[in-house]
């Protein structure tokens, strides 16, 4: 069954419709995972940041309280050692002569 020239006519036209028809699916489609791509990556960015700016206040409130747990410890410190002194010293002395 040989093609006419009137077959050739309107096939030809039909088979450029549906290439084109193609490439816009194909477009279409790549342009949807590029858009994908793009809010993924936006979406890291965003928790990542939130991570870090989570971290750091985490470590300024760590930072803190060693701070003044340090400070505290001192207090007791400085506390306890005066109260050993008056602890060590004799509360009377007896003396012969």
């Known amino acids: 069954m040989p093609i006419r020239p009137m077959d050739m006519q309107v096939l030809l036209p039909k088979v450029q419709q549906v290439d084109k028809a193609k490439q816009v699916n194909?477009?279409?489609?790549e342009n949807g995972v590029q858009q994908q791509q793009a809010k993924t990556k936006e979406t890291e960015k965003t928790k990542s940041k939130k991570v870090?700016?989570?971290?750091?206040?985490?470590?300024?409130?760590?930072?803190?309280?060693?701070?003044?747990?340090?400070k505290h410890q001192k207090k007791k410190k400085k506390k306890k050692d005066g109260k050993d002194e008056e602890q060590d010293a004799p509360k009377h002395f007896d003396m012969k002569i």
């Open 26 to 29: 194909i477009n279409r489609n």
């Open 52 to 70: 870090s700016e989570f971290e750091k206040t985490r470590e300024k409130k760590v930072r803190r309280e060693s701070d003044s747990n340090a």
